[in-house]
């Protein structure tokens, strides 16, 4: 009877043809000797076989060990084991049974028992087969609560049964749950998944009538009367919390889309969906972790499909065109260049702003695509140009964080400079700040082989994101790019301003150009020019334009400025200390030595040098914490102000003493020689050099203690 095979496992001949005899009626037998060639006739025709009878003491493997085979093998777990026995041994049943025997028989064989017991185990196997897949039908295997078929069928039949009550959906996944497979391993997303379940059943426990369950990887969905989300930002914030609360060394955060249910007879699927663009709203978004659906999101997923459907047609037929916005040098008002943007010019539709498309492209992945094709018209376009004898500047074009995934990034960005004959320092590169947090390596590696090319690598948006020291400290950045949107929307009167500076000012330190975008006004230009940044770009200057209109801007200026990072200097009137003065002040000179920013009378000390702390001690408040005249006997404050001042002012040399405490309490006298080095904006930047005069006043104040002994002594 094909199909129905029993597998009899015996050493003995004459029991496997007894027992083929008594039951091949009904099945056909396979036969085998040991253990060994069960277990390989097993894994040939598993799923022909119903069930197995097995002996248990045989040559080469036993019975018990085939059993342990056996449940090692998923593909195994539903084949029926009946054991056969010579003799009843309670502990060897026992230890059948825990490792997985489903029914014994005894020798010599009984023809009608033995077929009872088959067909009895046969019959259990399939119910239980056929329970598993009814399982599997309505529930995800993982976390053992609904799948998407089940929750969609347990929430229309929910909302069937309520007609008086109303309802909300709410869908949320993990941020970047993939890191968390990468970081962790999969077993442990696995459990996190379960967690999240089992965090659901409670969150929901009191809220009846209720349905959750797992969609898709880290999706789930839940549904329950909206009654229960009267503050909805308290009920958001405690799935939050409860997802956040799983014992991970990794920050947790959820993303939850809101559907409030007014349409009933829509399908599941719709409000599902519907959920889905809501949770698109906020995703990544720490603060705003959740969002509602509104009717806007619709319309909006109907223009984003429009464009995905003419995205490459419109490539093919040349509808992209490249703008180039110009770059400033601040102090010449000269163009040094510029940056290469991308504008789709609709046949029918006219404009399309990028904002409408370029977020589509890099969701659908069309963005390489445009990319490349803006990468190579600027290629051709400055090929042209040399071509007709003009002057090259460097223009500079994005790349994506999408393009970092494409481990020919590097290669693709060279045979294009090869191809055209360019000299690689005339296409600069823009990554964004976000692109090195979410591929750091990949942006490492491929800035590495750039600029061994010559390429320059700009940061864009530097500042925006919560890694921007790491940046910095990590990765070897060409020129850096601020968002003079920084300064909007702040709580705190010049905090902008101050950090704005404070990055121009550490920039300098580190011989980086800053260029600071999105400048739009007067003041805006007056305040980057006071704090030393050299390079603008924006509205106030001058918007996106044809390459027509930029030609016409440079020939019209008489060429360029100088570009930026082209044999970029610093130097005293600039900003601050160039390295060969660094490296006297800091490392050759044994005297201590400090850099202090002075401004409305107030001082601070932005570097020492080693000797400075081995003088004052390294913990010593001025760097620390405070500021200097803290720790100066306030006799000396109004000499210390005069002296800053006075410098500042004549920018010559001037020095004073005063008496100071050290770190561990005990006070030295000091003399300190000022010396002008520079100004950023209102503030001034001066150097100090120490010396400890405290034995020369100690011998002085002995001296005189001594002269005026001694005029007694003559009276």
């Given at each position: 009877m094909p199909g129905k095979y029993i597998l009899a496992v015996d050493d003995s001949l004459v029991n496997r043809k007894i027992l083929s005899k008594i039951i091949s009626g009904e099945y056909s037998v396979i036969e085998a000797e040991n253990g060994e060639m069960a277990i390989e006739i097993?894994?040939?025709?598993?799923?022909?076989?119903?069930?197995?009878?097995?002996?248990?003491?045989?040559?080469v493997m036993d019975g018990y060990l085939v059993l342990e085979r056996v449940a090692d093998d998923e593909r195994f777990k539903n084949i029926p084991i009946i054991i056969a026995t010579e003799k009843s041994d309670n502990e060897s049943e026992i230890k059948a049974l825990r490792l997985g025997a489903w029914d014994f028989v005894s020798k010599p064989y009984n023809g009608e028992i033995i077929k009872f017991r088959i067909k009895n185990a046969i019959e259990r196997s399939q119910l239980y087969t056929l329970q598993q897949l009814r399982y599997l039908a309505e529930f995800d295997e993982l976390t053992g609560i609904y799948n998407k078929n089940k929750f969609y069928k347990s929430t229309r039949e929910m909302l069937l049964a309520n007609p008086g009550a109303d309802f909300v959906l709410i869908r949320f996944d993990v941020d970047r749950f993939q890191l968390i497979n990468s970081f962790?391993?999969?077993?442990?997303?696995?459990?996190?998944?379960?967690?999240?379940?089992?965090?659901?059943?409670?969150?929901?426990?009191?809220?009846?009538?209720?349905?959750?369950?797992?969609?898709?990887?880290?999706?789930?969905?839940?549904?329950?009367?909206?009654?229960?989300?009267?503050?909805?930002?308290?009920?958001?914030?405690?799935?939050?919390?409860?997802?956040?609360?799983?014992?991970?060394?990794?920050?947790?955060?959820?993303?939850?889309?809101?559907?409030?249910?007014?349409?009933?007879?829509?399908?599941?699927?719709?409000?599902?969906?519907?959920?889905?663009?809501?949770?698109?709203?906020?995703?990544?978004?720490?603060?705003?972790?959740?969002?509602?659906?509104?009717?806007?999101?619709?319309?909006?997923?109907?223009?984003?499909?429009?464009?995905?459907?003419?995205?490459?047609?419109?490539?093919?037929?040349?509808?992209?065109?490249?703008?180039?916005?110009?770059?400033?040098?601040i102090a010449s008002n000269l163009p040094v260049g510029a940056e290469a943007l991308v504008r789709w010019f609709h046949p029918q539709k006219g404009l399309i702003p990028p904002g409408d498309f370029v977020p589509v492209f890099e969701r659908n992945g069309f963005i390489p695509k445009l990319d490349y094709y803006v990468w190579e018209e600027v290629c051709r376009l400055l090929r042209k140009w040399a071509d007709?004898?003009?002057?090259?500047?460097?223009?500079?074009?994005?790349?994506?964080?999408?393009?970092?995934?494409?481990?020919?990034?590097?290669?693709?960005?060279?045979?294009?400079?090869?191809?055209?004959?360019?000299?690689?320092?005339?296409?600069?590169?823009?990554?964004?700040?976000?692109?090195?947090?979410?591929?750091?390596?990949?942006?490492?590696?491929?800035?590495?082989?750039?600029q061994s090319k010559g390429f320059t690598i700009m940061m864009d948006d530097f500042g925006s994101g919560y890694s921007s020291l790491n940046i910095l400290k990590d990765i070897s950045v060409d020129v850096l790019k601020i968002d003079m949107r920084f300064l909007s929307k702040t709580k705190i009167p010049g905090r902008g301003e101050n950090i704005i500076a404070s990055v121009v000012r550490m920039a300098k330190w580190l011989h980086i150009p800053v260029i600071a975008e999105g400048v739009e006004t007067k003041d805006q230009v007056e305040f980057l020019r006071s704090i030393g940044c050299e390079y603008v770009q924006g509205f106030y200057f001058a918007k996106p334009m044809p390459v027509e209109a930029y030609a016409d801007l440079v020939e019209k200026n008489g060429g360029l400025s100088q570009p930026v990072g082209a044999s970029f200097e610093f130097n005293g009137s600039q900003m601050c200390i160039s390295d060969n003065r660094l490296e006297e002040l800091f490392a050759d000179m044994l005297q201590p030595v400090a850099i202090y920013e002075f401004e409305n009378d107030k001082v601070e000390a932005v570097r020492v040098n080693t000797p400075f702390f081995e003088l004052l001690g390294y913990d010593d408040g001025s760097i620390t914490g405070g500021t200097p005249l803290d720790l100066i006997d306030p006799k000396y404050h109004?000499?210390?102000?005069?002296?800053?001042?006075?410098?500042?002012?004549?920018?010559?040399?001037?020095?004073?003493?005063?008496?100071?405490?050290?770190?561990?309490?005990?006070?030295?006298?000091?003399?300190?020689?000022?010396?002008?080095?520079?100004?950023?904006?209102?503030?001034?930047?001066?150097?100090?050099?120490?010396?400890?005069?405290?034995?020369?006043?100690e011998l002085d104040m002995d001296s005189m203690r001594l002269n005026g002994e001694m005029g007694k002594e003559d009276k």
């Open positions: 097993l894994r040939r025709q598993y799923s022909e076989i119903v069930a197995i009878i097995l002996d248990i003491v045989m040559p962790f391993g999969t077993q442990e997303g696995d459990r996190l998944l379960k967690y999240i379940a089992k965090m659901l059943s409670g969150y929901v426990s009191d809220k009846q009538p209720s349905a959750y369950g797992r969609i898709e990887a880290d999706v789930f969905c839940l549904c329950f009367p909206s009654s229960y989300m009267a503050d909805i930002e308290t009920s958001m914030s405690k799935i939050r919390d409860l997802v956040a609360s799983y014992n991970l060394n990794y920050d947790i955060v959820p993303s939850c889309g809101i559907y409030y249910i007014t349409d009933r007879g829509m399908p599941i699927e719709i409000m599902y969906d519907r959920a889905t663009l809501a949770a698109k709203r906020c995703k990544g978004n720490y603060v705003n972790f959740y969002a509602v659906y509104d009717g806007s999101m619709s319309a909006q997923i109907v223009r984003e499909q429009e464009i995905t459907n003419e995205m490459s047609s419109a490539l093919a037929t040349g509808q992209f065109q490249i703008y180039l916005q110009p770059k400033y040098h007709e004898g003009r002057e090259l500047y460097p223009i500079s074009v994005n790349i994506s964080r999408v393009d970092l995934y494409n481990p020919r990034l590097a290669e693709m960005v060279i045979e294009l400079t090869e191809k055209y004959d360019l000299p690689s320092e005339l296409l600069n590169l823009e990554l964004t700040e976000s692109a090195y947090t979410d591929n750091p390596v990949a942006m490492s590696e491929t800035m590495a082989k750039l109004d000499s210390i102000i005069d002296t800053f001042r006075r410098v500042a002012e004549t920018r010559e040399e001037e020095e004073c003493e005063y008496l100071r405490r050290t770190s561990d309490g005990k006070s030295k006298w000091l003399r300190i020689r000022l010396k002008y080095i520079s100004k950023i904006g209102a503030r001034c930047i001066l150097v100090g050099v120490l010396t400890d005069i405290t034995i020369q006043r």
